[in-house]
């Protein structure tokens, strides 16, 4: 069976060649599928013979996932939606608010590309949850198509920064983005689709062949390899000399400005010495610094009071002299922030919550 939001429409066209339908009528199925949230193939298209209507039917399948629950931060708009897909476990997506312009208003959606993950990054809630399978194309797809039809506001861009590492799941990610950025899939740019990495260094050169348009962004956290191996274990088989080799070599294919990612830990990774050292280990590479305070309900790390993150910031201004920006982790309070994605409830009551069984029939 031919399942929609698993392939591309170029995809969906090759899958049917035998039955030589018209480009007009995959393209219409596709985008009403992907973009519109069709559960149903039609019974009947004007101006296509029922016959190969029929045919289609008899190959194809539209794939949905299970809503098990959605919360809402009161405190700044975050919605984060638990899902089930079609194997084990369950996976988290995140709705990032961005209404700021009145006549832009719009979201973002950080979606998983894992159930778990296999990384165990030390400050990270789907570290500790282990791996337990990667989701296939259309369970990454159908985040954004539940999540756009439950908005009130357009979907603009998507981010792979939720649960699990994109580059190890590289096709299905892939596939996914061009799903998003397809003119009849849900139409996003796809200079707004970010994938992430820890620092997979066969996927960012993979992704660096392959000329992708995506946005790429690399979580460093730190520029000391001993210290990265005590953070982020995948430092032990991609060290940093190969990350920034694969990196260097990404910018000269692109020419883009690279993105690191910098989770910020107080006492760990905030000194002038950190700050010098990744200097030098990015010497002569065109970056931009994402900080982002470290989200750790187990107390173990602790984000930097603002004395400690202002002098940070001041440190990197004066020995990294490169653009640098806060990013904003919103949904603390409902665990959808950065580094808190595990499957798990809002920690206390007080959301707006709804909670769907298996036999309800919108998940059907």
């Known amino acids: 069976m031919i399942l929609l939001k698993d392939h591309t429409s170029t995809e969906l066209s090759q899958a049917l060649i035998e039955l030589a339908p018209p480009a007009r009528l995959i393209r219409m199925l596709h985008a009403a599928a992907v973009r519109r949230g069709m559960t149903e193939l039609p019974t009947e298209v004007p101006e296509m013979p029922r016959r190969l209507l029929e045919q289609i039917r008899a190959r194809v399948a539209i794939p949905r996932l299970t809503l098990v629950n959605k919360v809402v931060s009161p405190e700044d708009g975050f919605a984060k939606y638990l899902f089930r897909g079609e194997g084990e476990g369950q996976f988290e997506a995140v709705r990032i608010p961005l209404l700021h312009r009145p006549d832009d208003k719009k979201y973002v959606v950080c979606v998983s590309s894992q159930v778990g993950c296999a990384l165990a990054c030390a400050f990270c809630a789907t570290g500790?949850?282990?791996?337990?399978?990667?989701?296939?194309?259309?369970?990454i797809v159908d985040q954004v198509t539940q999540i756009q039809a439950?908005?009130?506001?357009?979907?603009?861009?998507?981010?792979?920064?939720?649960?699990?590492?994109?580059?190890?799941?590289?096709?299905?990610?892939?596939?996914?983005?061009?799903?998003?950025?397809?003119?009849?899939?849900?139409?996003i740019n796809a200079k707004a689709i970010t994938i992430s990495t820890v620092g997979?260094?066969?996927?960012?050169?993979?992704?660096?062949?392959?000329?992708?348009?995506?946005?790429l962004i690399v979580s460093l956290t730190s520029a000391d390899s001993d210290k990265r191996k005590s953070l982020l274990p995948i430092e032990r088989v991609y060290p940093l000399p190969d990350l920034l080799a694969a990196v260097r070599d990404y910018h000269a294919a692109t020419r883009k400005r690279v993105t690191f990612a910098w989770t910020v830990l107080s006492g760990i990774n905030t000194s002038r010495e950190d700050a010098r050292t990744l200097a030098e280990l990015t010497s002569g590479l065109p970056i931009l610094l994402d900080l982002i305070d470290v989200n750790d309900p187990t107390g173990q790390?602790?984000?930097?009071?603002?004395?400690?993150?202002?002098?940070?910031?001041?440190?990197?201004?004066?020995?990294?002299?490169?653009p640098v920006q806060r990013r904003y982790s919103g949904g603390q309070?409902?665990?959808?922030?950065c580094g808190m994605l595990a499957a798990t409830p809002a920690p206390h009551e007080g959301f707006v919550t709804t909670i769907v069984s298996a036999s309800d029939d919108r998940t059907k």
């Open 128 to 139: 500790r949850m282990g791996f337990q399978r990667n989701l296939a194309t259309w369970e």
């Open 150 to 187: 439950d908005s009130e506001h357009p979907v603009r861009g998507v981010v792979f920064m939720g649960m699990g590492e994109p580059m190890l799941n590289y096709d299905c990610v892939i596939r996914a983005a061009r799903i998003f950025s397809e003119p009849c899939g849900m139409a």
């Open 200 to 215: 997979i260094v066969p996927g960012i050169r993979r992704f660096t062949a392959e000329k992708h348009p995506y946005r």
């Open 301 to 322: 790390f602790k984000r930097p009071s603002t004395e400690e993150a202002n002098a940070f910031r001041d440190y990197l201004r004066e020995e990294l002299a490169m």
């Open 333 to 337: 309070d409902i665990n959808g922030a």
